[in-house]
């Protein structure tokens, strides 16, 4: 191994189901001057990540990191990055980088599934196919709505593209609306702005983090403004919406009913009325999921992992957390 090699150690964890063995075999592929190694065993990472500079996995342990001697970066393969050891990668002075935007076609395609769902009463129309029942019933129409979209990142971004063939009115709500966005209108975070684009949303569809901003956005106060005929829409983070404040929402019928790819808590108990809702939506956190994960996530790791190689800057890196 030369010294100008950089070791990339993929940690074993899998991901949705897809093997890491895949994602090692597409860095290895798009880094041919690299020595790229998957741990298969506790005791591999324990012994690979001595020397490695780079390492990417969904997770890593503290008493893990304590027998890293070069790392540079952890590259972690999903969106979110509030499970990782950040106060320990920090003072070690390893770079974290997230797959932020790697998720933005799927996701934006679930949450397009799930309006028109909604919008055209499919559920209804399940429900009846099941009992072998032929009953008109009423339907709705997308076009004309107003769908608002909390979080302009990409997966909103890729929301609002995907709906523009729609023919809807669109509202984004982002931390800096003088940046402007792909909706026709941009709010902050100020509540009375947010109240007001809620007061004229069919369908709120929420596509951001959670931070201290956005956690509990939507509680009692939101779905008493938001109109009868809404629906909520989340694939951003459990938090951001008020479970309790949700169901009585439902049972009172404030709103039209939601779908979730996130709840609070997470994974939702058998138990736990919103099961038991017609009109609520539940997918067990899967929107992320696409049989392109990897191979979107090992265009960005190489690219990063060649960046850090040649310039030794971690401040270039894409999706610096």
């Known amino acids: 191994m030369s010294n100008d090699t950089l070791d990339v150690l993929v940690l074993r964890s899998d991901t949705h189901g ?22 298969r065993t506790p005791a591999e990472e324990r012994d690979l990540i001595e ?4 390492v990417t996995g969904v997770d890593i342990d503290v008493s893990l990191l304590e027998h890293a001697e070069n790392l540079r970066l952890f590259a972690g393969v999903a969106a979110g990055y509030n499970h990782l050891p950040l106060d ?7 770079a974290v980088t997230n797959a932020s935007g790697i998720h933005a076609p799927n996701i934006a395609e679930q949450v397009v599934g799930y309006v028109l ?14 009992r072998h ?35 809807v009115e669109t509202i984004g709500i982002r931390y800096t609306p003088e940046k402007g966005g792909p909706t026709d209108e ?35 106060d939101e779905f008493e403004t938001l109109p009868p005929n809404a629906t909520v829409i989340n694939v951003g983070r459990g938090k951001i919406i008020d479970t309790d404040a949700l169901v009585t ?13 996130v709840t609070d808590p997470e994974p939702l108990p058998a138990d736990h009325p ?42 270039s890196l894409v999706n610096l957390v």
Not at 18 to 39: F, K
Not at 196 to 217: F, G, Q, V
């Open 249 to 261: 929402a439902i049972q009172t019928n404030q709103i039209d009913g939601a779908a979730l790819d």
């Open 18 to 39: 897809l093997p890491a063995r895949e994602y090692a075999d597409l860095l290895d592929a798009q880094l041919p001057d690299h020595d790229v190694r998957l741990a």
């Open 133 to 167: 029942e032929w009953r008109h019933y009423q339907g709705d129409e997308l076009m004309g709505s107003t769908v608002t979209v909390v979080g302009l990142g990409a997966i909103g971004t890729a929301v609002v593209e995907r709906l523009s063939g729609f023919d």
């Open 88 to 94: 320990t990668l920090r003072e070690m002075d390893v």
């Open 117 to 130: 769902a909604f919008s055209r009463r499919l559920q209804t129309g399940l429900r009846q196919q099941h």
């Open 274 to 315: 919103l099961w038991r809702f017609e009109n609520v939506i539940i997918t067990p956190h899967n929107a992320g999921h696409s049989p392109k994960h990897w191979d979107r996530l090992a265009d960005i790791v190489a690219d990063n992992v060649t960046k850090l190689s040649e310039t030794g800057d971690t401040g």
């Open 51 to 54: 020397h490695a500079t780079v």
């Open 186 to 220: 941009v709010v902050g975070f100020d509540r009375e702005d947010v109240h007001d684009a809620l007061a004229r949303t069919e369908y709120l569809i929420i596509a951001a983090p959670l931070t201290e901003t956005t956690r509990e956005l939507l509680s009692s």
